[in-house]
């Protein structure tokens, strides 16, 4: 199979991984100003939120950032780059902190979602994607431009990303058969993005729902061989494919 999916802490699981490993890392943390924006009522994506904490995910705090960048630094190889999906708020502390660990930290991508979502000062339509290298990697694409146009996905995964925005951004940064790593995968649509376009891929969540629709949706694209004629074993909560 060419994805391997797994249940863990977003931290300890690249922690397990071999150093200089992966080719690419595109993520989306659920930041810690997710709960200030759902209690002033202006997103929707935490609807089903209990206090600090809901049903789908746990918000990352922003003072573990340096803990996940140096990790995600460390499992990088060489030339090699990393997206981080945010808003405003936490690109201002995301920044320094990729810096700081040794990243080059090049600008910051717009994801325009063409329609306004809720709010109350300049509803926002946008996110940002913040593009992180390591050492020196030519993009594919150099004409591309630095705003990525997709509607937003409706009715799915809470913060659930178009596949459109991740393949542009695979695209770009690697070569067929180079390995995509998502530490916070949702839904799985990195994935997806990452096998439709002859990539290998490396996830992590830890949420059921996560892992039961990110793996139902990734086997429909790279079904598990069956050469012994049994049943698909299931790993540990580790290591779940």
Same mark, same amino acid.
């Given at each position: 199979m060419?994805?391997?999916?797994s249940?863990?802490?977003a931290?300890?699981?690249l922690?397990?991984?071999?150093?200089?490993?992966?080719?690419l890392?595109?993520t989306?943390?659920?930041y810690e100003s !997710?709960?200030?924006?759902r209690a002033?009522?202006?997103?929707?994506?935490?609807?089903?939120?209990?206090?600090?904490?809901n049903?789908?995910f746990?918000i990352?705090? #922003?003072d573990?950032f340096e803990d996940? =960048?140096?990790?995600v630094?460390r499992?990088?190889r060489r030339?090699?780059?990393?997206?981080? =999906?945010?808003?405003?708020?936490?690109?201002?502390?995301a920044?320094p902190?990729?810096e700081?660990v040794?990243?080059? =930290?090049?600008?910051?991508l717009v994801?325009?979602?063409k329609?306004?979502?809720?709010?109350?000062?300049y509803?926002?339509?946008?996110?940002f994607?913040l593009f992180?290298?390591?050492?020196k990697?030519?993009?594919?694409d150099l004409?591309?431009a630095?705003?990525?146009?997709?509607?937003?996905?409706? #009715?799915?995964?809470?913060?659930e990303?178009p596949?459109?925005v991740?393949?542009d951004?695979?695209?770009?940064?690697?070569e067929p058969?180079e390995?995509?790593?998502?530490p916070?995968?949702g839904?799985?649509s990195?994935?997806?993005?990452a !096998?439709?376009?002859?990539?290998v891929?490396?996830?992590n969540?830890?949420?059921?729902?996560? !892992?039961?629709l990110a793996?139902?949706r990734?086997?429909?694209i790279?079904?598990?061989? #069956?050469?012994a004629?049994d049943?698909?074993?299931?790993?540990?909560s580790a290591d779940l494919?």
């Amino acid at each position: 199979m060419r994805f391997q999916l797994s249940q863990s802490d977003a931290v300890t699981w690249l922690e397990a991984m071999p150093s200089e490993s992966v080719d690419l890392v595109v993520t989306d943390p659920p930041y810690e100003s !997710l709960e200030k924006h759902r209690a002033m009522g202006t997103t929707t994506r935490l609807k089903v939120s209990k206090g600090s904490s809901n049903e789908w995910f746990r918000i990352f705090p #922003n003072d573990r950032f340096e803990d996940l =960048f140096r990790q995600v630094y460390r499992v990088l190889r060489r030339d090699r780059h990393f997206y981080l =999906f945010c808003d405003a708020e936490t690109a201002f502390v995301a920044k320094p902190i990729g810096e700081r660990v040794g990243f080059k =930290f090049w600008k910051p991508l717009v994801w325009d979602k063409k329609q306004i979502g809720m709010g109350y000062h300049y509803r926002s339509r946008y996110e940002f994607i913040l593009f992180f290298e390591k050492g020196k990697r030519r993009l594919h694409d150099l004409g591309m431009a630095d705003i990525i146009e997709a509607a937003r996905v409706r #009715n799915g995964y809470p913060t659930e990303k178009p596949v459109r925005v991740s393949e542009d951004l695979i695209g770009q940064s690697t070569e067929p058969g180079e390995t995509v790593a998502d530490p916070f995968m949702g839904s799985g649509s990195v994935g997806v993005a990452a !096998l439709g376009l002859g990539r290998v891929f490396l996830g992590n969540d830890v949420s059921d729902a996560s !892992l039961s629709l990110a793996r139902e949706r990734l086997a429909e694209i790279d079904p598990p061989c #069956n050469l012994a004629g049994d049943s698909l074993a299931v790993g540990s909560s580790a290591d779940l494919w």
